[in-house]
């Protein structure tokens, strides 16, 4: 455990069966709409971890990389210091090449066989996901946890879920409900959506590396520590 999660106490997480929450994303950088999202899980869904997995290069991203993956990690690392329910897994960064989210399931249910996954997915990502190279691989051995965005198609979530296969029939209306959850089975698979009711942040990775230098209210988009840290690394010049 000690060579993937650098934060935290990492014996703790060997010593029974756990529910461990998975991040995956490039955060370049990580804002306050990914910690707000981590929060909502942790106390939503009951799990005993929320890991952050940063991205060495991300299947549906530019192959022009904004920041070192060591920089992403550091800030993820400033980030979350602090927060015992956090983690960070450096797996992905130590495979190298595309980050298939199959792949890291796959190594992670080698290693922890009896650990329960759950990937979270931001709402835009939800919509891409039928299209993912081995996508009901992933649903075979992870439930998918889905946070909404302020002013969310309905329609387009249900296009979704029926190209995974899923009985509009017998899910629950509206999709993403008004407080709680709401969870939902694909025919013919082991585990389940989930889709939060919140929170509904609006933020983004790419437009605060686009307008940090320019405009003071990215910097509240931010952590403080890693606002520091972009600044004294010079980083979206």
């Known amino acids: 455990m000690k060579e993937i999660l650098k934060n935290g106490a990492p014996g703790l997480l060997l010593m029974k069966p756990k529910r461990i929450a998975l991040f995956g994303g490039s955060f370049d950088p990580i804002h306050l709409g990914h910690l707000a999202v981590a929060r909502e899980v942790f106390q939503q869904m009951k799990v005993d971890r929320v890991w952050f997995i940063p991205a060495w290069q991300s299947p549906n991203k530019s192959t022009d990389s904004f920041?070192?993956?060591?920089?992403?990690?550091?800030?993820?690392?400033?980030?979350?210091?602090?927060?015992?329910?956090?983690?960070?897994?450096?797996?992905?960064?130590?495979?190298?090449?595309?980050?298939?989210?199959?792949?890291?399931?796959?190594?992670?249910?080698?290693?922890?066989?009896?650990?329960?996954?759950?990937?979270?997915?931001?709402?835009?990502?939800?919509?891409?996901?039928?299209?993912?190279?081995?996508?009901?691989?992933?649903?075979?051995?992870?439930?998918?946890?889905?946070?909404?965005?302020?002013?969310?198609?309905?329609?387009?979530?249900?296009?979704?879920?029926?190209?995974?296969?899923?009985?509009?029939?017998?899910?629950?209306?509206?999709?993403?409900?008004?407080?709680?959850?709401?969870?939902?089975?694909?025919?013919?698979?082991?585990?389940?959506?989930?889709?939060?009711?919140?929170?509904?942040?609006?933020?983004?990775?790419?437009?605060i590396r686009q307008e940090f230098g320019k405009n003071a209210v990215t910097k509240k988009m931010l952590p403080p520590s890693v606002v520091h840290y972009i600044m004294d690394h010079q980083l979206y010049d």
């Not at 989210?101 to 329960?116: G, N, V």
């Not at 889905?146 to 198609?153: E, I, K």
């Not at 190209?163 to 509009?168: I, K, N």
């Open 67 to 207: 920041t070192s993956p060591e920089q992403r990690m550091a800030m993820v690392h400033s980030a979350i210091e602090g927060c015992v329910e956090f983690e960070v897994c450096d797996q992905e960064l130590k495979r190298g090449g595309t980050s298939y989210s199959h792949e890291t399931l796959e190594e992670l249910q080698r290693l922890y066989p009896e650990t329960e996954w759950l990937w979270i997915l931001g709402l835009d990502t939800f919509f891409d996901f039928p299209d993912w190279k081995h996508s009901h691989r992933i649903l075979e051995l992870a439930d998918l946890i889905v946070a909404p965005r302020p002013g969310y198609d309905e329609a387009r979530i249900k296009d979704t879920l029926n190209r995974l296969g899923t009985d509009l029939s017998q899910v629950s209306q509206p999709v993403i409900p008004n407080k709680g959850m709401n969870s939902v089975k694909s025919e013919g698979l082991d585990h389940q959506i989930h889709f939060l009711a919140g929170p509904r942040v609006d933020l983004s990775s790419s437009r």
